[in-house]
T-cell receptor
């Protein structure tokens, strides 16, 4: 079993839809959970960063972590065509210099 | 102002050649990383340097050799290139928190 599993999609939604992106993981030592956004032919950029369990909201984006289920989610409200990108989840144990990434989910928001 | 820059952006070369990729960051960060992103978009850490000291060396063929002349630069030299080395190589940097990394634009390497 891979440490981090992420459905690669692709996921296609109409503008204005609520998008749900998810990752599962197997390493219970992970404490830090990130979502990176990668536009086509660009480097990843950090979108959201959460420590341990709970929710974090930033504008139209909400990150959720459920450590008991080893499951994290990113919700995008009122999705826009500019949200079209690949979304990568990433995790870290804390005290480690290593991020473990999911394979990314490609999202297209259609106008 | 570009935060993390890489040169070249594209690299097309023949099998067996030796090539280098350069990375520079102007963010004042103390840690730099090299990642490989394969054709399936899977991003995997290769190396990490903190203040010019190697701290992560994943299972990477020893044909790959990173070099950090100073905190702001991390270069990657690849000897005897193979077809399987074709990928996008990303440099990243962070300061104090590995969770918040800033990535460069990537170097697209194609080995023929």
């Amino acid at each position: 079993q891979k440490e981090v599993e992420q459905d690669p999609g692709p996921l296609s939604v109409p503008e204005g839809a609520i998008v749900s992106l998810n990752c599962t993981y197997s390493n219970s030592a992970f404490q830090y959970f990130m979502w990176y956004r990668q536009y086509s032919r660009k480097g990843p950029e950090l979108l959201m960063y959460t420590y341990s369990s709970g929710n974090k909201e930033d504008g139209r984006f909400t990150a959720q972590v459920d450590k008991s289920s080893k499951y994290i989610s990113l919700f995008i409200r009122d999705s826009q065509p500019s949200d079209s990108a690949t979304y990568l989840c990433a995790m870290n144990q804390g005290g480690s210099e290593k991020l473990v990434f999911g394979k990314g989910t490609k999202l297209t928001v259609n106008p | 102002d570009t935060a993390v820059s890489q040169t070249p952006k594209y690299l097309v070369t023949q099998m067996g050649n030796d090539k280098s990729i350069k990375c520079e960051q102007n963010l004042g960060h103390d840690t730099m990383y090299w990642y490989k992103q394969d054709s399936k978009k899977f991003l995997k850490i290769m190396f990490s340097y903190n203040n010019k000291e190697l701290i992560i060396n994943e299972t990477v063929p020893n044909r790959f050799s990173p070099k950090s002349p100073d905190k702001a630069h991390l270069n990657l030299h690849i000897n005897s290139l193979e077809l399987g080395d074709s990928a996008v190589y990303f440099c990243a940097s962070s300061h104090g928190r590995v969770e918040t990394q800033y990535f460069g634009p990537g170097t697209r390497l194609l080995v023929l």
